[in-house]
């Protein structure tokens, strides 16, 4: 077993972020969507409030591309943000489009806890984030879908908005940047003081915890 002390800063962060980690990346939901079982209600409720997540996170990955230090990193921010505003929001609109969701609903959902969570952890108030900690949170929820999501990697529910949700999140461009968001933050924990260290621990748990309860608002009727 690796000591804790040889034990990458990334994996030190998803061990440490248990038992909410193993909630997260095996929830019912999981098994729901890549079998086919998850109704379209169920479904749809999920995606709308998925869809008020991505106005925050494409936000936040514009946080990302300001505070990335060089060029070479901000530009692979700003390639996640293009297919957050471009592959991944068609998806959305043709997924709702499918499902019969009213354009009101998904433009003006109503407010969630657990959207105001994400909102907090990844926006803040008028504090300014530094770049560690917009990388903790990004690289949690990142990593916590490409986890699951290759954990049902193949599968071909015949729904397609179920299908492709898996594909977004397998696909060999989102599994290397989340591969390499977990090596900038490898690097980057050395130079952390022990506070910071703690810090960037406490918004990975709160994001893999929020993780759980957006599955679970899934189910919320």
Do not use: C
């Amino acid at each position: 077993m690796q000591s804790h002390s040889k034990q990458l800063f990334s994996e030190q962060l998803r061990a440490g972020s248990e038992p909410h980690w193993h909630a997260a990346t095996k929830h019912r939901f999981v098994g729901d969507l890549a079998n086919d079982l998850i109704s379209d209600a169920d479904y749809a409720r999920y995606l709308v409030l998925d869809y008020a997540f991505l106005d925050i996170l494409v936000s936040h990955v514009g946080q990302a591309v300001t505070s990335a230090p060089g060029m070479a990193k901000k530009r692979r921010f700003s390639e996640f943000l293009a297919a957050l505003t471009g592959d991944e929001d068609d998806y959305f609109l043709r997924s709702f489009a499918a499902m019969g969701v009213a354009e009101t609903d998904w433009r003006h959902p109503s407010s969630h806890a657990v959207v105001t969570g994400f909102r907090a952890v990844m926006l803040g108030g008028e504090r300014k984030f530094a770049y560690a900690e917009i990388l903790t949170s990004l690289l949690a929820v990142e990593w916590v879908y490409l986890t699951w999501a290759m954990s049902v990697a193949g599968r071909a529910p015949a729904r397609f908005y179920l299908k492709e949700w898996i594909d977004l999140h397998t696909d060999p461009s989102f599994e290397a940047f989340v591969t390499w968001m977990q090596s900038e933050m490898d690097q980057l924990g050395p130079t952390l003081s022990s506070s910071e260290r703690q810090n960037v621990q406490d918004i990975f748990n709160r994001a893999v915890e929020l993780e759980v309860a957006f599955f679970n608002a899934a189910y919320e009727d």
